[in-house]
């Protein structure tokens, strides 16, 4: 593709788009997952899980012909991110916060890549293919991102401090990529793509539960969790 052509301009566009609408989920996994540092951690965070986030998202756009191939992947992230969905909102307990990165740095940062790993799939094969092999657009793509995380991150940080309802919304959020993997998981082509009643129910079904299963189980575990705190 010629540089700075209008089919480059266009591809660099639809690369952008990409970036907008997919990267809000990864500034909600940073968010959530910092939510309950120190102060002078939070930014410290978000700068390196961002950092983390675009490390990983390099790595995957250069083996994303491999990633193509293998079977099952979208299935495998799918349900991955269903169970860091559920662990974001599960309460540990202690009465400090939520979830396996709450209070310590490097937890945070462990959340934030494996999430994004398994959340990275379809951005990467959506700036892939809006690039049309380009080299140069795959990266500006990557940068792009850059920002958009950092500022999204931040600004869902402060909403959630302001109103905590805003965890569970990211966690059904979380839900919902989660149940658009599994279904666009070529496997299970037969399940959910053909026309019909039934398969329509079948991508239904599939976001109820997801979403309903992770914030319900998050609920509980929290009931449960601080039952056992006020126990004597």
Known sequence: MEFFSPAWF??????????????????????????????????????WGTVGA??????MTVGVVWLLQIPGLMLVGGLGLTWIAYRLIADDGGGEGHGPAATTFWGAMRTI???????????????????????DLVVIGLLVSVPIVVFGSSMVLKLVERFPVI???????LAF??????????????????????????????????????????WLATRAARRSADAP
């Open 113 to 135: 890549v494996i999430a994004d790993a398994l959340m990275g799939v379809d951005n990467v094969l959506g700036v892939a293919g809006a690039a049309h092999g380009s080299f």
């Open 177 to 218: 990529t989660a149940a658009k993997m599994i279904i666009d998981e070529p496997l299970l082509d037969a399940v959910f793509d053909p026309a019909g009643t039934l398969h329509a129910i079948a991508r239904w079904s599939t976001y109820a539960l997801c979403i309903a299963g992770v914030l319900g189980a998050g």
């Open 10 to 47: 266009s591809a660099l566009l639809a690369i952008i788009l990409i970036d907008l609408v997919l990267a809000g989920d990864n500034a909600i996994v940073i968010a959530l997952a910092a939510r309950s540092l120190p102060a002078r951690l939070q930014k410290k965070a978000i700068i």
């Open 54 to 59: 675009i490390v990983v998202r390099s790595l």
């Open 167 to 173: 965890i569970q919304l990211g966690a059904a959020v």
